[in-house]
């Protein structure tokens, strides 16, 4: 158990630190440098982990990928969303995004590019605060404060000087959210831009949902009314799944 551990703790290691050396590996998952030496042979023979010519620092190999694809592809929301999001992209022209609520963070599952030259950059499988994004505050504005406080802690982190760290200001936040069916946030994640986002019915408690985001110098009072009014219409022709089966 103890090896299964070890093994699963380094793939989540991996995928938000690319290219780890051994010594930081070791020293943050608490592991041995020897028996942390021996499981990432294993695990480099097996293709689950990727080394450098120099076999010093280590990345995610491409059997990660192929898992992580399969999930995707197995998913019924994100297979059941892929209408909604290109027709959310046609009509709106930004970059839009499928993202799932997992503990505290979100974790984006699909996208549409923006057709623009100036878009916002994001990469599948990653994963954010859920407070400091708009698809987080969509899907927590559902939840109870007592919720939201046990699910994130008082902790909150500031990704940009404008995102939320106080908890009762963040149920505010949500709270109005709530109230009128979207969530909104500006540069509380990326400093230059804005994101709106809904959540999308489910067979369970609510974890998906769908987001707009663009640059601020393109979001005038126009284009507002218009994000909005489609991610309300996406939300409404949305058929969720009857059970979570992947």
Known sequence: MKSADRTLSVLEYLAQNSHAGLPEMANALNIPKSSLHGLLRTM???GWVATEVTGTRFSLGVR?????TAYVESDKVVSRAQNILDWLSDE???????????????VYL?????????????????????????LGKAVLAEYSPGDVRARLGENLVALTQH???????????????????????????????????????GPG??????????PLVRLDKEL???????LQTARQSYSPPSTWGR
């Open 44 to 46: 480099t023979a097996r």
């Open 64 to 68: 990660a990928l192929q898992v992580g």
């Open 92 to 106: 709106l022209h930004e970059t839009v995004h499928l993202g799932r609520l997992d503990g505290s963070d979100v």
């Open 110 to 134: 699909d996208k549409r590019e923006s057709q623009h030259q100036l878009r916002m950059h994001s990469a599948l499988g990653k994963r954010l605060p859920a407070h400091a994004v708009s």
């Open 163 to 201: 995102t939320i760290t106080d908890m009762d200001r963040l149920l505010e936040d949500l709270a109005l959210t709530h109230e009128r069916g979207y969530s909104f946030e500006r540069e509380e994640n990326t400093i230059g831009t804005a994101c709106f986002a809904i959540a999308l019915p």
């Open 205 to 214: 408690p609510i974890v998906d949902a769908v987001s707009v985001a663009l």
């Open 224 to 230: 507002e009314e218009k994000v909005i009014s489609s």
